[in-house]
């Protein structure tokens, strides 16, 4: 059999990326993923007292940003999730489990 980068096997790894093809074509039914993640930047701004202006400024950027991120308006890039989690006093997880047994 051969592998590729020595670990994959090729018609696995066409196999995968085959399934992985379909699983971002239908990327937009994920829309609860970024949902979730608005609900809880609006839920913790909100328990600490911060506006959205304040939390803007914490995190370097403009209040209509945040409001278009807690509208889930536009998914955040994982550096604007980070500084949130900072100016949030929270703990950013980012975990990839395995959709289907290897």
Partial sequence: MCYVDGMIPVE???NLL????????????????FARIADQVAARRKELGL??????ELCGTTQSAIARLESGGRPPRIDTLLRLAVALDSDLV????????P
């Fill in 18 to 33: 085959e399934r992985l093809r379909a699983r971002l074509a239908h990327a937009e039914d994920d829309g609860w993923f």
């Fill in 94 to 101: 980012v975990e990839l489990k395995p959709s289907t047994a």
């Fill in 51 to 56: 506006s959205q202006a304040e939390l803007a």
């Fill in 12 to 14: 696995s790894k066409a």
